[in-house]
């Protein structure tokens, strides 16, 4: 991704308004890499976490959709072409759920996950039909 100077800077303050936040560094790749990762973990169905573990995961998100809305519309198509095929990929590989939300990615769990967050989810009614990957 290339970012003219004025949505560097965006991208800077935002970043580390979310480390000071979060108590931890933060940047645009590991933002991209996160999400990246846990569409492939997705994607293949082998998501071993809990429900928590799992919707900490899907705030990166969230995350990078904040600084999103911040950049100018060059900035945004830079973003969008990297985000646009993950999203479409975790849409695929994912379910509705009745969790509110305004975000999509929010609304929505893995077809096929590990037995814990299957179990998480089964218990809070979220996603009944869920499989457990190892079944």
Avoid: K
Wanted: a negative charge; proline letters at 4%.
């Amino acid at each position: 991704m290339r970012f003219d100077r004025a949505d560097a800077e965006i991208i800077t303050r935002a970043t580390e308004e979310m480390s000071a936040t979060s108590r931890q560094t933060i940047s645009m790749d590991r933002l991209v890499n996160n999400w990246r990762r846990l569409v492939a973990d997705v994607a293949r169905g082998d998501y071993n976490w809990s429900i928590h573990e799992y919707y900490n995961d899907v705030a990166t998100r969230t995350l990078l959709e904040s600084i999103r809305l911040r950049l100018s519309g060059f900035g945004r198509h830079e973003l969008d072409a990297v985000l646009r095929p993950l999203d479409s990929q975790f849409e695929e590989t994912t379910v509705p759920t009745v969790r509110p939300s305004e975000n999509w990615w929010e609304l929505r769990v893995p077809r096929r996950c590990g037995p814990e967050l299957a179990e998480d989810l089964r218990t809070r009614g979220l996603a009944p039909n869920v499989s457990d990957a190892e079944t």
